[in-house]
């Protein structure tokens, strides 16, 4: 092609500026999705900074309609299934890969709760028995010194809950007292307690879901 010098008096039909704006456009459409897009749901688990897989602090209402709000207590560290989940719950999730674990306890330090994220290889199958029921296998409750949740152990798990949507991940929880009473059959199970569990659950499983 001929080389063009001088001056042109058939307009450009991209003047200056349009060059300039379609050139800032190509390079936003080519380096802002990549850098920003949010993972994939299974790989939330991994990818996804501690903070947004538990939340320092989660809303919820007691049975009686008044407002609670749900305190982080602390984070375990990520454990292989047969070691975060009561045995009986390692079993019923063959697929289990992985294992992370919280443990909340509600705003006026009464109730206590371990939450586990169940890590699966695919989509579980219809959840056995084990996992129902008022105080159904579980994840292995986690204590953390100077708070609420000091005394929160394996004798002290009350009551449970289990979510789970469909995808990699089946969220339980272990609930119990935070003055350290140990699990009676015979004493009734308290709504507000029962209520701790499931909503924990239900919140930490549609946070990595929705």
Do not use: K
Not at 81 to 110: E, I, M
């Amino acid at each position: 092609m001929p080389e063009c010098t001088g001056s042109s008096s058939v307009p450009s039909p991209f003047p200056e500026a349009d060059v300039f704006l379609l050139s800032v456009a190509l390079m936003s459409m080519i380096s802002f999705p990549w850098g920003s897009a949010e993972p994939p749901v299974d790989e939330r688990w991994r990818t996804w900074p501690v903070h947004r897989v538990f939340p320092g602090a989660l809303p919820g209402d007691s049975p009686s309609g008044a407002r609670v709000t749900y305190l982080l207590a602390g984070v375990a560290p990520e454990a292989p299934c047969r070691v975060a989940l009561q045995p009986s719950a390692a079993a019923a999730l063959p697929g289990c890969l992985t294992t992370l674990r919280a443990t909340y306890a509600d705003s006026t330090q009464t109730y206590v709760a371990t939450v586990g994220v169940a890590v699966l290889s695919g989509a579980p199958g219809p959840l056995p028995a084990a996992l129902t029921g008022t105080r159904p296998a579980s994840v292995r409750p986690v204590a953390f010194p100077d708070g609420a949740a000091e005394r929160f152990g394996a004798a002290q798990y009350v009551t449970g809950a289990l979510a789970a949507s469909g995808g990699r991940y089946v969220v339980l929880a272990a609930a119990g007292y935070a003055d350290g009473r140990p699990y009676q059959r015979e004493r009734r199970t308290e709504p507000r307690l029962r209520a701790t569990a499931r909503q924990l659950a239900t919140a930490l499983n549609r946070g990595l879901t929705r």
